[in-house]
């Protein structure tokens, strides 16, 4: 049994450790480099300073640090789970596993390494195996709401809709979820008919989200349901014009009750468990978006030349799943080189730096600076419903360019999200759309040659 550390070492890593628990990396970090001056052999330090890279986004370093502290001491069940969680987070989803059920091994009975191994799984494609690990995390943690809402979408991804929409609803008790719950004092919706007043549908999460969500109005309003609609300020025009005969709003407030008569309210994202509960349920009719006329007429005549038009969007800088849905741009080198298509961006960004990555890539698309796919969804709309076809990954264009009826190619990672299920090219959101996905993990050039066959049959005008 080793001595124990001397009365200063401790008192620096208890400094230490009360600086990282406040979010205090730098003053952290300094304090451990402090400690391992004093002992170099601690393994703690080791670990807690490969977490500080970890969350400062230094995962090499992260998992160098983390393996030296193993060195010292293979034994610690924690270290193995956070080098898996540095793994995952690079893409080495094997090593990753390895690492969870080392420390399973070591510790066993851990709901949190349970649940980071189904993540592990899932991403290698094994659902069924993802799912008994969240499931084993719910087991030992019953109340632990991340599990809950894993093998909610673990279901949703293979199309069980009617068990996926239950765990679904635990999404306010996560730790990660970007949408408050809004505490109104109506009650929320439960599908009843309400005899008097209408019902506030609120957003939630992404633009995407809202999008796809949005869907599902047609429904209530088939239903005799009276709506409003509180969504981005961003989607007001679009949905205002769509759906005209919903009041469309955006940051409602108590203040409106008396005008709005509110009976009810519900988030967007719970409408699917009320009225997907089947494939079947999905037979709405699309498009449900409508772009302005005049705006769509003006970008057609912009973009005209005799070649069919194709909108191309290739990246996304979604914090949690862009690295996997994002695509170089010098791999559409093979679709580039297809004669007479007229090729439009559709991506969002800074039109600089979009000017300079398509030069790089020496790609025919046009930048159309006009045109602000972030701040101006309205006017993104008009650009989107211009084209013959849409080719875009997995962001917010493909729901929108669906959505509007336009012809859309979606390009899927191989472990897609949730709401593209696991097989198919075809989904029950959009049905128009056309799924193309990767066969193995990080294999783009498989799914463009797909694309360039697709391409070579023709594009429908």
């Known amino acids: 049994m080793s001595p124990p550390p001397p009365p200063a070492l401790q008192s620096l890593i208890r400094e230490a450790l009360q600086h990282h628990q406040a979010g205090h990396l730098d003053e952290a970090e300094q304090l451990y480099r402090r400690a391992l001056a004093i002992d170099p052999q601690n393994a703690d330090c080791l670990h807690l300073l490969g977490m500080i890279a970890f969350q400062s986004g230094q995962l090499t370093r992260a998992a160098a640090l983390i393996r030296q502290a193993i060195e010292l001491h293979p034994a610690a069940a924690s270290y193995h789970s956070n080098l898996g969680n540095v793994l995952q987070a690079e893409g080495n ?24 191994l189904g993540h592990t799984l899932k991403a290698q494609g094994e659902v069924d195996s993802a799912l008994a690990s ?26 069980d809709f ?22 109104y004092p109506q009650p929320m919706w439960r599908g009843e008919p309400l005899t ?27 239903a005799g349901l009276p709506c409003v609609v509180d969504c981005d300020p961003r989607l007001q025009p679009l949905f205002a014009r769509s759906f005209p005969r919903v009041e469309v709003l955006s ?40 772009a302005g006329p005049a705006q769509r007429g003006r970008f057609r005549d912009r973009y005209h030349d005799g070649r069919p038009r194709i909108g191309l969007a290739w990246h996304t800088t979604n914090r949690k799943s862009g690295r996997t849905r994002s695509i170089d741009l010098n791999l559409f080198a093979p679709l580039f080189s297809l004669p007479d298509l007229r090729w439009i961006s559709l991506q ?46 997995d962001n917010s264009t493909a729901h929108l360019a669906a959505a509007l009826g336009v012809p859309t190619w979606l390009l899927l ?20 759309m056309r799924l193309f996905r990767q066969a193995a993990r990080g294999d783009w050039p498989s799914v463009l040659h797909k694309v360039r066959q697709a391409l070579l049959l023709g594009v429908k005008r």
């Open 93 to 116: 989803l094997d090593e990753a596993e390895a690492c969870y059920r080392r420390a399973l091994e070591l510790k066993p009975g851990q709901a949190e390494v349970h649940l980071n």
């Open 251 to 290: 940051g409602y407030h108590q203040d409106c009750d008396a005008a709005l008569n509110i009976a009810a309210h519900l988030p967007s994202g719970s409408l699917p468990a009320l009225l997907r509960a089947s494939r079947e349920s999905f037979a709405a009719a699309v498009p449900y978006l409508v």
């Open 134 to 159: 969240y499931r084993q995390a719910l087991t030992l943690k019953p109340d632990m709401a991340e599990a809950r809402v894993a093998e909610s979408t673990a279901l949703l991804l293979q199309g």
């Open 196 to 222: 008097s007043g209408r019902l506030l549908v609120w957003g939630e999460q992404g633009i995407g989200d809202e999008i796809m969500f949005a869907g599902v109005i047609p429904d209530l309003l088939r």
């Open 348 to 393: 969002y960004g800074d039109h600089g730096a979009l000017e300079d990555e398509v030069l790089a890539a020496a790609a025919p698309l046009l930048i159309d600076r006009e045109v602000d796919q972030l701040a101006d969804i309205d006017t993104f709309a008009a650009q989107v419903a211009s084209m013959d076809l849409v080719i875009t990954i």
């Open 413 to 432: 990672p191989f472990a897609p999200d949730w709401r593209w299920q696991q097989t198919g090219d075809r989904s029950p959101w959009y049905p128009s």
């Open 162 to 183: 009617a068990s996926g929409w239950q765990g679904f609803e635990f999404r306010w008790q996560t730790r990660d979820y970007d949408t408050p719950l809004r505490n």
